[in-house]
């Protein structure tokens, strides 16, 4: 069936690098993508969405872009803090559907 | 800022039992939804709820399971019978009609022993 999947699962960085996860999807139909945080212990957070329609969206230090090509969705986020440390997760939503579909987490963990 | 909020924040149960997962999401909103997501794994669709009614529910969503808006603001989920399997964090989340963007509780650790 159709899935969003993550290419990585976990990512370090130093603190005040950039870090970029990285999100594959399947269905091509999508045309709402969602990146949420989660930090331990807590519900998803939304970070950053962007539409299909759009390639790019900038955020307080955090950019989507959206590749239709090759499917593609990444986050990119600036000068990452310790407070970034957290599982990141893109999600998906299909036309007509009434739920997000969401893919298996990034780990990222930013060293001090 | 509004939020979603779940009680408990940790229920431990015996199989067998049954267990009512609460939530009250945010007061405009009008589409509310719960997911789970078993330790470590991806967050996973159960059901959404609109209009008092279930618009959608996943294959995890069985005849265990049931959701209820029993007045203006609470948003449950029912789990019949429980089974080990059941063991996960439970989110609820809601979104305004018109948007897509769902917000989020912070989840019932659901343990069944």
């Known amino acids: 069936g159709e899935s969003v999947g993550l290419h990585l699962p976990t990512l370090s960085v130093q603190e005040g690098d950039n870090s970029i996860i990285n999100c594959a999807y399947s269905n091509s139909a999508s045309d709402y993508f969602i990146w949420y945080k ?8 939304f970070i950053i969405d962007i539409r299909s329609n759009m390639d790019k969206r900038q955020g307080q230090r955090v950019t989507v872009l959206l590749n239709k090509t090759v499917k593609h969705l990444s986050l990119q986020i600036a000068a990452t803090q310790p407070g970034d440390s957290a599982v990141y997760f893109c999600a998906e ?4 559907a009434n739920n997000l579909f969401f893919g298996t987490g990034t780990r990222l963990t930013v060293i001090p | 800022e509004p939020e979603v909020t779940q ?8 199989m067998g039992q049954e267990v009512i997962l609460r939530c009250v999401p945010i007061s405009n909103h009008l589409y509310f939804y719960w997911y789970r997501q078993i ?3 991806k967050v996973e669709f159960l059901v959404s709820f609109y209009n008092n009614e279930i618009s959608e529910k996943s294959e995890i969503f069985d005849d265990q399971f049931s959701v209820e808006r029993p007045d203006g603001s609470n948003f449950t989920l029912k789990i019949r019978s429980t089974k080990l399997e059941d063991s996960a964090m ?19 650790r659901l343990t069944v022993l």
């Open chain 1, 38 to 45: 989660q930090e331990s212990g807590k519900g998803p957070q």
């Open chain 1, 93 to 96: 939503n299909n036309p007509g």
């Open chain 2, 39 to 41: 330790l470590g794994q």
């Open chain 2, 7 to 14: 009680t408990p924040s940790h229920q431990v149960t015996q």
């Open chain 2, 90 to 108: 439970y989110f609820c989340a809601s979104r305004h009609r018109g948007k897509i963007e769902q917000f989020f509780g912070p989840g019932t």
